[in-house]
């Protein structure tokens, strides 16, 4: 018998054992064990281990199985709303990203020594991309330039010190002077060196293009012709190379392999007269002493390149430019030149000062150093090309280099171009406050489930009066109470994590199909909605959800786990 009646245990008992939270304060056997001689037990702590606990909560809840069963329902509530939206932002920030790859892949931040855009009155042309014909078609689109920067020490050396987590490739794009001639419609023809351009020793740059014809240059004397996506060439850079197009409409791709192209060395092309340095002919020049180089091969974008790194052109490598700076340095040209230093320009014999332009002004120290280059002591930096394929990070990137121009004088600050600059802000923008109202829909639907399954653990509490009180008679400790409770809240989360991750499941395809047919009514195109699908999620993910909803159940459940944890024994029977 279990009673707190005290009169009725000494009216009716043969033996009393008094119970105070579970342990054994007093016993009348002691009397009796030591009057039998029996030997005495040691006391042992009365509890509930906690799977006692959870087959106890199994039990209530499964002799109510409709209230149970709406329970779980209530709980998945919050589980469904936080599934689906964490889903569909998963899959927005997919697509954002997607879209910032593809968007920014091709369009760097552009620091160029001039700015360039395409002639607006050239009419668009509709041309076959990356057709398979083994032809290099000759077109007549044109290119405008306009204004200089000029590249210091001190700016290159601002650029190599952006953060490197900032940007997929730095491409510095430099220029070394070379005296080449051609022959162009059977004579010797002197090449400008705009459609020149260094390629990068670079895996990843590589993998950017693909060779048509012939192969990549493997030593200084090979070079590579590039032509854009299309298959064309226009007649200014054909011209700039010394390639003939009069009457031709296309070549074929190996009748521009083995084009040949003369390199001629310092000492043979800047002879000294009356004191001063000029230009030999290029008839005069003994073409044996030159250094014979050779297209051998035909490039184009590949179809699947992330960046577009050169223009159309003829690509050398970097064993080319090391080898004409190297003999420069020798070059009796550049010896006086550094000896004299901005003291005389060896070729007119003046000492260099500053020129000014409007709008620009080039001191007597820079027109030195371009001075050098122009005879091949040095490359000069004339293109960089900063990509990266987040949004954040080009706003950084943008911030860091406006910072330049606030430290410099004005006619050494540098203009650069990023055409996507303001796009991105407020796409960062609307990306954020897109995030912050998911966020907040997910937190209202999760405060909304837990009051619910608070209200209705309480309700259960209140239930199981006569239970906790009789638990606790028989020596159940206020703990044994709350695990009982909290097992109870914990199997709730369970049976309601995994019910609401399989409605999220079979709700995703109508809310997508919903989705598309709103955005198509309104003609607003948009990126495969079955990326959001939760069925595309990380196993991971349905794992957290499912843990999240114990979790949220259990803390739901835990202030009226407490109170009838805490309820006197005496009163949980008297008010059960």
């Known amino acids: ?36 001689g029996v030997k005495e037990e040691s006391e042992k702590r009365t509890s509930i281990n906690i799977i006692s606990a959870v087959k106890l909560s199994a039990k209530s809840l499964y002799t109510k199985k409709i209230r149970t069963l709406l329970i779980v329902i209530a709980g998945s509530v919050g589980i469904i709303g936080v599934t689906l939206i964490l889903t569909i932002s998963n899959g927005v920030d997919k697509y954002i990203s997607e879209l910032q790859r593809i968007t920014l892949a091709d369009a760097p931040i552009v620091v160029n020594t001039t700015y360039d855009y395409d002639d607006p009155n050239e009419q668009d042309k509709e041309y076959e991309e990356f057709p398979e014909d083994n032809k290099v078609n000759i077109v007549t689109d044109r290119t405008y330039f306009s204004h200089l920067n000029i590249f210091s020490d001190g700016f290159l050396n601002y650029v190599n010190d952006i953060n490197p987590n900032l940007y997929n490739l730095i491409d510095y794009r430099r220029t070394v ?34 060779i048509l014809e012939g192969k990549l240059p493997e030593q200084k004397n090979e070079l590579v012709l590039l032509i854009d996506k299309y298959n064309n060439v226009n007649i200014q850079v054909l011209d700039n190379l010394g390639i003939e197009y009069a009457e031709k409409s296309s070549y074929q791709f190996n009748e521009l ?45 590949a179809t699947d390149a992330k960046l577009s790194l050169y223009s159309a052109g003829i690509l050398y490598s970097e064993e080319l430019v090391n080898f004409v700076v190297e003999e420069a340095r020798k070059s009796n040209v550049v010896t006086e030149q550094l000896a004299n230093g901005i003291h005389k320009n060896v070729f007119t014999g003046e000492p260099f000062s500053d020129v000014e332009y409007p709008g620009t002004k080039f001191t007597k120290e820079y027109l030195y150093e371009s001075n050098l280059v122009s005879i ?36 050494n600050q540098i203009r650069y171009s ?17 995030t912050k109202v998911l966020i907040i829909f997910a937190l209202v639907s999760l405060f909304v489930s837990s009051i619910m399954i608070s209200i209705i653990t309480y309700v259960s509490v209140m239930e199981r009066n006569k239970e906790i009180g009789i638990l606790r008679s028989l020596g159940a400790s206020k703990i044994d109470i709350l695990n009982v409770f909290n097992s109870e809240t914990a199997i709730i989360g369970v049976f309601s994590g995994v019910f609401g991750v399989i409605v999220s499941f079979i709700m995703m395809n109508p ?8 955005l198509k009514n309104n003609n607003i195109k948009t990126f495969d909605l079955t990326k959001m699908n939760i069925s595309n999620a990380n196993p991971f993910f349905i794992i957290a959800i499912i843990i999240g909803s114990i979790l949220l159940t259990v803390i739901a459940g835990i202030i009226p786990s407490v109170i009838g944890a805490n309820k006197s024994p005496v009163d949980a029977i008297r008010n059960g």
């Open 177 to 210: 002077n070379m005296n080449i001639y051609t022959y162009f419609e059977g004579n010797r023809t002197k090449i400008s060196m705009t459609n020149f351009q260094e390629m990068f020793n670079d895996d990843f740059a590589i993998d950017q293009y693909e």
């Open 257 to 301: 392999i083995g084009k040949k192209y003369y390199l001629m060395l310092n000492n043979d092309y800047y002879k000294k007269n009356n004191g001063l340095y000029e230009n030999a002919s290029i008839n005069s020049i003994d073409e044996e002493k030159t250094i014979p180089l050779e297209i051998v091969g035909i490039a184009r974008i």
């Open 376 to 411: 091949g002591y040095k490359a000069r930096v004339t293109i960089i090309r900063i990509y990266t394929d987040k949004f954040n990070s080009r706003v950084l990137i943008n911030e860091y280099l406006q910072k330049y121009n606030e430290v410099v004088p004005k006619e």
């Open 511 to 518: 809310i997508l199909n919903l989705i598309t047919r709103v």
């Open 1 to 36: 018998m279990v009673t707190h009646n005290e009169q009725l245990s000494k009216q009716y008992a043969t033996r009393e054992i008094r119970l105070h939270d579970g342990k054994v304060i007093s016993d009348s056997k002691e009397y009796i064990t030591k009057k039998c």
């Open 418 to 434: 990023d055409y996507y600059g303001k796009i991105i802000e407020e796409f960062d923008v609307f990306v954020e406050v897109l």
